[in-house]
Each structure stands twice: as structure tokens, then as C-alpha cells.
């Protein structure tokens, strides 16, 4: 007896945490996936010097006389603190699937999604990129995307279900 319920057990606990398509629905997350395709996101990286407001912020880095602010998924702040008392929010770098960014002299590396990217601050481009380098970034409730994607696509980000 103790036997079968183990096995019940067992088999409750696979069926309710697995995908069940094959009953003729499918769990769905909270999060939705959105892609871009790949030669789309090796050109998207570029410097804007029309500021963008701060909706999602993230990671901060600090290079005198900058702050750096991470627009989660979206890019960077370029914060000029050469006054303390007054910040001047000087430009964007948009970097779609941006979560991590740091810095050594002028060059910023950022993850471009699941590219590796080194954004020169001086001449306000990109220098070099690393394919492939990260994982695809998880949702906020640490899901990963399991289904059908397009050929040549990546996940850049997670756009929470309304």
C-alpha cells in the first residue's frame, strides 16, 4: 500500500509541474518572451544623446564624472555628476536584453542579450562583440522560454502578461 502511494505521489508531483500540451492545454507563464533577430541585434547597440527617462532602473556604475544606470532590457543612462547637486542626464546607450554592465578605462561591456559587448565611451560606438557568450536571460520569476522560436532569433527580454 505504501508503495502505490509513493507512486501516486511521484506521478501527481510530475504531472502538475510539467508542460501538458498533449491534454490539450499548455501552462502559460506570467511573463511573455520577446524576440529580435540576430542580425537585427548586432546592429541595435548605439549611443543617443536625447536622454531617456528612468522606468526600470537596475545595476549602477560610477566612473568619474558619470554614473552609469542599466534600463533593464533596454540600455543605459549616461548621467554626467561632475555637480553633484545637479545631474545632467546626458544621453542613452540602447542595448536591448542590457541586465549587467561594468567598466575598465573607457571602454563599457554590456550584455547585448546573450552577446558580450565592448561600447567605447570616447568615440560612442562599439568596438567588439563576443557572440553567444551568455545565457538567454531568465523571465522575473525565473522561468526559462522552453517553446517554438523562429529561426535566427533571440530572447532580449520579458514583457509581463496584462
Not at 37 to 62: C, D, F, M
Not at 68 to 77: A, L
Request: charged residues 25%; aromatic residues 12%; proline residues 7%.
Amino acid at each position: 500500500m505504501k508503495r502505490v502511494l509513493n507512486v501516486l505521489l511521484l506521478f501527481s508531483v510530475v504531472f502538475l509541474t510539467t508542460s501538458a500540451t498533449w491534454w490539450g492545454w499548455e501552462r502559460r507563464g506570467e511573463y511573455n518572451p520577446i524576440f529580435m533577430e540576430r542580425a537585427e541585434l548586432e546592429r541595435s547597440v548605439a549611443y543617443q544623446s536625447e536622454p531617456q527617462e528612468l522606468i526600470n532602473p537596475g545595476k549602477i556604475y560610477h566612473k568619474h564624472p558619470y554614473i552609469y544606470i542599466n534600463e533593464r532590457y533596454k540600455g543605459v543612462h549616461v548621467i554626467n555628476n561632475s555637480n553633484p547637486a545637479s545631474p545632467v542626464n546626458e544621453g542613452f546607450i540602447r542595448v536591448p536584453g542590457c541586465l549587467d554592465m561594468a567598466i575598465k578605462g573607457d571602454i563599457l561591456y554590456l550584455d547585448n542579450a546573450v552577446d558580450l559587448v565592448a561600447f567605447d565611451l570616447t568615440a560612442k560606438q562599439v568596438s567588439h562583440r563576443e557572440k553567444n557568450v551568455f545565457p538567454e536571460p531568465l523571465s522575473p520569476t525565473n522561468d526559462y522560454y522552453y517553446g517554438n522560436r523562429p529561426k535566427n532569433y533571440i530572447l532580449i527580454e520579458w514583457k509581463k502578461n496584462n
